[in-house]
């Protein structure tokens, strides 16, 4: 493939397609139609995609990341030059295959790191700038790695799962700090029919877990390495461990879109906890004072951040739509635009 692709829902049934985002040639230094696999993550409402193609000038596997002010494009060059080329790792392999599949994970200290690798996993600190190294490159040990790492965390448990062997099954490991130790738990997700890799990603959305993969079920004419994408959901154990994927024909359901609806007082800040989606975006707001007038509602996030606002209408009600934000817990204010409380 040329190019990498965007898609969006937000039922997870429904899905839009947009113009191609970023392509192969977007990068200078890059050559052929490589576009393997890729993350994208948010900054400072800029969005950073990270990505795995060939180097020009090696030729050789390397990684690079494109910016851009919107998850759907354009994307350029954040660089000019490839963030990882395959010279930094090769004291480790000697291959010239092994940088691929970059993920990244933003820790609860703002912290970024940047996880990949072929045969071995490696892993660095990323800069404030998201286009930069700011450590050494480290090596993880993990038993049968592949390719295809992916870090996520719930609770105070981080988790690690990548692919293993060949044909892929997808495995995981558990740890309480992003440095590890990591304890390996086991296979996680069995051989995808008609497909050699087992490329995967795991996601909070609403009030689920999804493991999103993929499998040869459509059959095209690149075999098994053109890939069906396939999502499932994803359960824990009571002593937070992952319970082995199901994989269906059916998928998940469809979310069906959720109003939230909150009665505020004046002057007072209340705490909502915002999931942009699956709901439909929209929280609808009422003062329970219908003599009140002028009264500005404003929505904080916890750093005291106005994310937006609005004034209610004659009937003291208002709805603010939240589709734009992240998923997180905000203040929302109640404020007397008169008295500038």
Same mark, same amino acid.
Not at 74 to 102: C, E
Not at 130 to 139: C, G, Y
């Given at each position: 493939?040329?190019?990498?692709?965007?898609?969006?829902?937000?039922?997870?049934?429904?899905?839009?397609?947009?113009?191609?985002?970023?392509?192969?040639?977007?990068?200078?230094?890059?050559?052929?139609?490589?576009?393997?696999?890729?993350?994208?993550?948010?900054?400072?409402?800029?969005?950073?995609?990270?990505?795995? /193609?060939?180097?020009?000038?090696?030729?050789?596997?390397?990684?690079?990341?494109?910016?851009?002010?919107?998850? /759907?494009?354009?994307?350029?060059?954040?660089?000019?030059?490839?963030?990882?080329?395959?010279?930094?790792?090769?004291?480790?392999?000697?291959?010239?295959?092994?940088? $691929?599949?970059? /993920? +990244?994970?933003?820790?609860?200290?703002?912290?970024?790191?940047?996880?990949?690798?072929?045969?071995?996993?490696?892993?660095?600190?990323?800069?404030?700038?998201? $286009?930069?190294?700011?450590?050494?490159?480290?090596?993880?040990?993990?038993?049968? !790695?592949?390719?295809?790492?992916?870090?996520?965390?719930?609770?105070?448990?981080?988790?690690?799962?990548?692919?293993?062997?060949?044909?892929?099954?997808?495995?995981?490991?558990?740890?309480?700090?992003?440095?590890?130790?990591?304890?390996?738990?086991?296979?996680?997700?069995?051989?995808?029919?008609?497909?050699?890799?087992?490329?995967?990603?795991? +996601?909070?959305?609403?009030?689920?877990?999804? !493991?999103?993969?993929?499998?040869?079920?459509?059959?095209?004419?690149?075999?098994?390495?053109?890939?069906?994408?396939?999502?499932?959901?994803?359960?824990?154990?009571?002593?937070?461990?992952?319970?082995?994927?199901?994989?269906?024909?059916?998928?998940?359901?469809?979310?069906?879109?959720?109003?939230?609806?909150?009665? +505020?007082?004046?002057?007072?800040?209340?705490?909502?906890?915002?999931?942009?989606?699956?709901?439909?975006?929209?929280?609808?707001?009422?003062?329970?004072?219908?003599?009140?007038?002028?009264?500005?509602?404003?929505?904080?996030?916890?750093?005291? +951040? @106005?994310?937006?606002?609005?004034?209610?209408?004659?009937?003291?009600?208002?709805?603010?739509?939240?589709?734009?934000?992240? @998923?997180?817990?905000?203040?929302?204010?109640?404020?007397?635009?008169?008295?500038?409380?």
């Amino acid at each position: 493939m040329p190019n990498w692709l965007v898609f969006s829902s937000k039922d997870l049934k429904n899905w839009e397609e947009y113009e191609v985002p970023l392509k192969t040639s977007d990068f200078q230094w890059a050559s052929g139609n490589f576009s393997w696999a890729s993350q994208v993550i948010e900054r400072n409402g800029k969005f950073y995609w990270f990505v795995s /193609t060939e180097h020009s000038s090696m030729p050789r596997k390397a990684i690079g990341v494109a910016v851009s002010n919107s998850p /759907t494009g354009p994307f350029i060059d954040a660089k000019g030059t490839a963030l990882i080329t395959n010279n930094m790792t090769t004291k480790w392999t000697g291959i010239s295959w092994d940088d $691929i599949d970059p /993920t +990244v994970w933003v820790d609860d200290d703002g912290q970024a790191y940047i996880f990949w690798g072929k045969s071995k996993c490696y892993y660095a600190k990323l800069k404030d700038n998201r $286009i930069e190294l700011d450590s050494e490159i480290m090596n993880v040990s993990l038993p049968n !790695f592949t390719e295809a790492p992916w870090i996520h965390k719930r609770g105070d448990w981080y988790y690690l799962s990548y692919s293993a062997w060949w044909p892929e099954k997808t495995v995981y490991a558990m740890g309480q700090s992003i440095n590890g130790p990591w304890e390996y738990k086991g296979i996680l997700n069995e051989l995808a029919g008609n497909s050699n890799t087992n490329h995967h990603a795991i +996601v909070e959305y609403g009030d689920n877990w999804y !493991f999103v993969y993929h499998n040869g079920g459509t059959r095209t004419n690149g075999g098994s390495y053109l890939s069906s994408v396939c999502m499932d959901y994803l359960y824990y154990n009571e002593d937070n461990s992952i319970k082995s994927i199901q994989m269906t024909t059916e998928g998940v359901k469809k979310l069906e879109a959720i109003t939230m609806s909150i009665e +505020v007082n004046p002057n007072k800040r209340t705490q909502i906890k915002v999931y942009p989606n699956p709901t439909d975006g929209i929280i609808k707001v009422e003062l329970p004072d219908e003599d009140l007038m002028n009264y500005e509602l404003a929505l904080f996030d916890m750093k005291g +951040v @106005k994310q937006l606002s609005s004034f209610l209408d004659n009937t003291k009600k208002s709805q603010l739509n939240l589709s734009h934000l992240s @998923k997180g817990i905000y203040i929302l204010n109640c404020i007397n635009s008169d008295r500038l409380i």
